[in-house]
């Protein structure tokens, strides 16, 4: 959230550690809700962009999407299978397994797409950059891909 803040966005960052929202007090709207056993709590609410880092929780995939304004982009980031070679985590339920990011985003525009190994830390990920585009699209549209966004 402090990344995207400092470049002028609008935020809504939700976690179930109380000690995570109290750390970007200021930054947003900073929500404290346990989405795996509560009720989801962005029902209704639709963002220009959809940031998931370092998190599976498959039952959340529906609302995840839903979630994505027409247009909006979805970031996300999180580990894959063969991480449970290098650390933590390592139990299948938190892995993407081989393509399932890709598939999860079939519907989406998929902007961009890496499967593999990081070294530093030592991490298996998949991650996606993908948007919600109309059915009425016009083929030819430009999604620019500026690399004042990369670090």
């Keep these: 959230m402090r990344y995207l803040a400092e470049l002028g966005h609008a935020l809504v960052g939700v976690d179930r550690d109380e000690q995570a929202i109290a750390a970007v007090s200021g930054l947003g709207e900073a929500i404290q809700a346990d989405i795996e056993n509560a009720a989801w ?16 929780w498959r039952p959340a995939w529906s609302y995840i999407l839903s979630s994505l304004a027409p247009d909006g982009v979805l970031i996300y980031e999180t580990f894959a299978s063969g991480n449970e070679t290098v650390g933590k985590p390592s139990r299948p339920d938190f892995l993407l397994q081989p393509g399932e990011l890709l598939s999860r985003c079939a519907a989406l525009h998929i902007v961009a797409y890496e499967d593999g190994f990081l070294d530093n830390p030592e ?29």
């Design 123 to 151: 991490r298996f990920v998949q991650r996606i950059v993908a948007v919600q585009t109309p059915m009425a699209r016009q083929l030819g549209q430009r999604f620019e891909l500026s690399p004042s966004l990369h670090r």
């Design 41 to 56: 709590p962005l029902v209704g609410r639709r963002f220009g962009a959809v940031v998931v880092t370092n998190y599976l």
